[in-house]
């Protein structure tokens, strides 16, 4: 154990992101172990419903926030980065405010669209869920750039555990689907009073509506090409929810939710973690003028030695395991979890130095590499409901998702690299 401890010591960068994913894989763990119960209380109509709810939520909290969150690590100085992060909280509510008497209004005059018809007094809880989750994003920015990664763990972990509860608690009280969202909302909220009790300790400098303005206006790449790009991205990811979900039963679509939500919930908490703190160092390395090639070379090699071995062996027992987790009523999410396991692979690293775009200023290339996402995973969807097979539109959908993450790891190496060859 001493050897580990010292192992970490000298390598602050994994030390610091063994904090982050303790609190991640905590977080992880309880929500898995929760989903033991929850698969066995609630329906896959139940869960295809709460996936078409937090697909609009995905979607949603990148306007409310026009991705000013990552804003606050890059700033130049505490003082415009308190100042980026107090815009991006008042355009966060008014955003969530003008978003309720919007979905208020429809839901009174019985005129919801879509599946929210489907959703129905379910669709109040998208406006408060888009600003708790806002707001958390925000907050997470804030507590990375002062590298306080205990109290993000914290959050993480006890939002994890109060969103688990109560979706267990609520549906023995009889409500039904809507325990799902309902349990989600609280448990967000859980996890942003954490980040507000103890905003004080970060020692925020006071800032005037000029600071504000000012700060906003200079990292507006951030909502012009980083939001854009994650709005584009973010509808896209969603397709499968947002439209193949119209043409087949709501068990097919419920059955890959699980799916995908054990292949990539794993996946993207790892690849955050790592990104929060890969991004706070980098971003320090490239202001000194350092490499950085190395540090993220090692930790490419490093993830890939773990994620291919246990990639091919989920792969091989994918149906057995989640019958056997889920029970008989969630037999055919193994074949979903086969045709997503190749994109969450490559996923795994591609997501995890996505940064790299922010801290050299190429939003706009990355821009046009999502767009052609979006055309292939358009045309994928378009050929499965023509097929009649929703199994087919989640192959085509998850191939062309994985040969396009695979290309953005490239560009991102790439840019790496160039960085480098520019220190000479």
């Known amino acids: 154990m001493s050897h580990w401890r010292q192992w970490l010591r000298r390598d602050s960068l994994l030390g610091e992101a063994a904090t982050l994913l303790g609190g ?3 977080a992880q763990a309880i929500a898995m172990l929760a989903y033991l119960v929850l698969t ?3 329906t896959p109509d139940d869960f295809a ?4 709810f937090f697909s609009y939520i995905e979607v949603l909290v990148i306007l ?3 991705k000013y969150e990552l804003a606050v690590v890059a700033a130049r100085d505490g003082d415009e980065a308190a100042a980026v992060a107090r815009f991006a909280m008042r355009l966060n509510g008014a955003v969530a405010l003008l978003l309720l008497g919007v979905v208020t209004l429809l839901y009174l005059s019985d005129s919801l669209p879509g599946h929210y018809s489907e959703l129905g007094a379910v669709a109040l809880l998208v406006p408060p869920m888009v600003w708790l989750m806002g707001s ?3 907050h997470a920015g804030l507590y990375n750039r002062a590298h306080r990664y205990r109290t993000m763990a914290s959050a993480e972990v006890s939002g994890a555990a109060s969103g688990a509860l109560l979706k267990i608690v609520f549906n023995l009280l009889g409500t039904g689907s809507t325990g799902l969202p309902l349990g989600a909302v609280l448990g967000q909220g859980v996890a942003n009073g954490i980040y507000r009790l103890r905003r004080r300790t970060l020692g925020l400098p006071p800032t005037s509506r000029a600071q504000r303005v000012a700060a906003a206006s200079r990292l507006r790449n951030y909502p012009l090409f980083v939001a854009s790009k994650d709005l584009l991205n973010s ?16 068990a097919e679509v419920g059955l890959f939710g699980l799916a995908l939500t054990f292949t990539f919930r794993p996946a993207n908490l790892l690849s955050g973690a790592f990104q929060s703190v890969l991004y706070a160092r980098t971003a320090e390395r490239v202001r000194r003028r350092e490499p950085i090639v190395p540090s993220l070379r090692r930790f490419l090699v490093a993830v890939n030695a773990v994620a291919l071995p246990v990639g091919v062996a989920v792969w091989l027992g994918a149906e057995p395991l989640f019958v056997f987790l889920f029970g008989s009523r969630w037999a055919g999410c193994g074949v979903y979890v086969q045709a997503l396991l190749p994109w969450m692979y490559l996923s795994l690293s591609s997501t995890s130095i996505m940064f790299l775009s922010n801290l050299f200023s190429t939003q706009g290339k990355e821009f046009l590499f999502y767009s052609a996402m979006l055309l292939l995973r358009v045309a994928a969807i378009a050929a499965g409901i023509r097929a009649g097979s929703f199994l087919l539109g989640i192959r ?4 062309a998702s994985a040969l396009m993450t695979l290309v953005l790891l490239l560009w991102y190496l790439w840019q790496a690299r160039r960085y480098e060859r520019s220190l000479h």
């Open 24 to 26: 991640n894989v905590a």
């Open 40 to 42: 066995r209380l609630y």
């Open 49 to 52: 419903l709460f996936n078409i």
């Open 64 to 66: 409310s926030t026009c």
């Open 136 to 138: 958390t994003r925000i």
């Open 235 to 250: 509808f896209s990811a969603n397709l499968p929810f947002l439209w193949l979900a119209f043409h087949f039963g709501r």
């Open 396 to 399: 085509l959908y998850a191939g």
